[in-house]
């Protein structure tokens, strides 16, 4: 299933036939309510164990050491290093950083748009800004994606690793034959991961290197407390893996999916550029801020989210023995919540295919939604730690390419959110556009 491209769809078809509680696989379990929510992943009564985060699937998913994978002992101290590079005074200071490359990526768009008359693919542009941003933030330098027009080697390689990610989850549900199923991966992916690592380590030890000089994320993780560093070299080097995926890729799928269902639904695009292109007298007034002021495009980034969630498929928990949805789930379940099917359920959103932002602005006919059930940047103590970058991010470059640019979808694109596919993350198609520059007197 998670190598078929389609496990997205087929876990929603389960549900949609046999209910909110559907057995996978001989030992694990999708939930699509929402109340699964708080029983798998929330603060667990009575002292009772957490349902821990799968090892077989996160081992595949990320590094050794990285805080996504921390066990619980080692989590709650690794996140209060990270934390302070994703705190509000930080984001303040780092929004020069990302700005610098918002101004680019308008430029390099006004370049190669050609007046409208040239499509360009808007996955590779949002892909280019997010990880050279990343880059930045994360090791001191950017990937000079967008100065080349092209991903640099290693983010070729994270896409790779991705798609990795995939096969071995697949492998790990049969451990009896897993050996003999991973011959049949192909070795070049192998060979791929072993380079990723390779050049985390020197991108981590040249950052390390420059010590805490600059508001990035590197400047908290390389904080000593009494002359020991509260982080271990494993730690931070997993951990800054973690977060060139996370606060990359991720935030260019909800951008790409942004323009894609916005190009898609003219009036809903007619809307939001009324919005934008009445709040601002110039582009230097669109920052942080300022973005935060315009209610129709964060219904439009939410409606985003909900259509075309960053992370489709379950970061799977293991039951420590437990009631979930009012059924008990014996100790070493795998339990699952898979956002694409859940926010794709007619159970929890009405019109669950249309691409509707008033949902999230009070309009009655969506007064039954299960709104709760909204939870992009997962639940509970673990949830995404880089949330306030990732909206601040998403406002400020969509907010910046619609004021900039008449847009207008390619019609070899017209079936790009159909087939787009899962392997982790989403395996994205280009997305090709127009894009014109909107004439001012």
């Known amino acids: 299933m998670y190598t078929s ?17 559907v057995r996978v696989a001989p030992d694990e379990v999708s939930f699509s309510s929402p109340d699964a929510w708080k029983d798998i992943m929330g603060h667990r009564k009575d002292r009772q164990a957490e349902n821990v985060k799968d090892p077989v699937f996160f081992a595949q998913l990320s590094s050794k050491g990285s805080i996504i994978r921390a066990p619980r002992e080692d989590h ?6 990270v934390a302070p590079g994703f705190s509000a005074q930080s984001l303040m200071k780092q929004e020069p950083i990302i700005r610098r490359y918002v101004d680019l990526l308008i430029r390099r768009l006004m370049e190669n748009s050609k007046d409208g008359k040239e499509v360009v693919d808007m996955v590779q542009w949002c892909n280019y800004t997010t990880f ?18 092209s991903y640099h080697f290693w983010v070729a390689l994270i896409f790779d690793t991705l798609k990795l990610s995939a096969f071995n989850a697949s492998i790990s549900r049969f451990p009896w034959i897993s050996r003999f199923l991973s011959l049949f991966v192909p070795k070049e992916l192998v060979q791929k991961r072993v380079e990723h690592v390779g050049l985390a380590t020197a991108k981590v030890k040249k950052r390390l290197s420059l010590g805490a000089t600059r508001p990035d994320f590197m400047s908290s993780m390389a904080a000593e407390n009494g002359g020991t560093q509260k982080m271990s070299f494993e730690e931070i080097r997993g951990t800054s893996q973690t977060l060139i995926v996370a606060g990359s890729e991720t935030t260019a799928t909800a951008l790409s ?5 916005l190009t898609s639904n003219p009036q809903v695009l007619n809307i939001l550029e009324q919005e934008i292109r009445s709040s601002f007298q ?37 039951s420590s023995g437990g009631m979930v949805c009012g059924y008990y789930m014996p100790e070493g379940t795998i339990l ?5 099917p859940i926010y794709r359920n007619p159970r929890n959103f009405t019109l669950p295919d249309d691409f509707v932002p008033e949902r999230w602005l009070g309009d009655p006919r969506f007064v039954d939604d299960r ?8 639940f509970g103590t673990r949830n995404c730690i880089g949330k306030n970058l990732a909206f601040a991010e998403m406002r400020i470059i969509l907010a910046r390419i619609i004021w900039n640019f008449d847009i207008a979808l390619a019609d070899d694109s017209k079936a ?14 280009p997305l090709n556009m127009h894009l014109k520059p909107v004439v001012r007197a």
């Open 336 to 340: 699952g919540m898979w956002q694409w």
């Open 257 to 261: 999916a942004a323009l894609f269902f």
């Open 76 to 81: 709650p101290r690794i996140r209060s290093v």
């Open 282 to 318: 110039s582009d230097s007034d669109i920052n942080f801020l300022s973005t935060q002021k315009l209610p129709y495009m964060l219904a439009v980034i939410n409606e985003t989210l909900r259509m075309h969630p960053p992370v489709p498929i379950a970061f799977p928990r293991r």
């Open 371 to 378: 709104k709760d059930a909204f939870q992009p940047f997962s």
């Open 132 to 149: 050279d941003i990343i880059g930045d933030l994360a090791f001191g330098e950017p990937f000079g994606c967008l100065e080349t027009s």
């Open 416 to 429: 790009w959110d159909e087939e787009a596919e899962t392997f982790s993350l989403w395996h994205k198609g």
């Open 5 to 21: 491209g389609q496990s997205h769809r087929m876990i929603l078809d389960l549900h949609l036939r046999y209910g909110d509680i």
